[in-house]
């Protein structure tokens, strides 16, 4: 049974590390410096930016989330969360994901 516990251990590390690690393919993706400026656990951007590229880009484009004023996601999500069908938890892990890359890209930007 032991074996079995390490075997899911390691499958659920890889399939966090797989949604959370920033890629060159993807500019999207959150980085270290994204979870440290924005001061978000990279996991939990990781998962923000998995459930953001699985849902929002099924009606929108893939945008940068700096091309909408980091305060109107707060307005945006909400209501767009709920016709994507998206729970609470989704909902807010995908705001905290919008909210950071919006802010932290605006700033490198400047």
Known sequence: ??????ILAALTLSVITACSVHTNDDPLAPSPALAAQSNIPLEDLGRGHA??????TQCHEKRIPNEIPTDQWHVIVPGMAWNAGLSKEEEKLV????IAASQVKTEQTR
């Open 95 to 98: 705001t905290d994901y919008v």
């Open 51 to 56: 459930i953001f590229m699985r849902q929002c």
């Open 1 to 6: 049974m032991k074996p079995l516990t390490t």
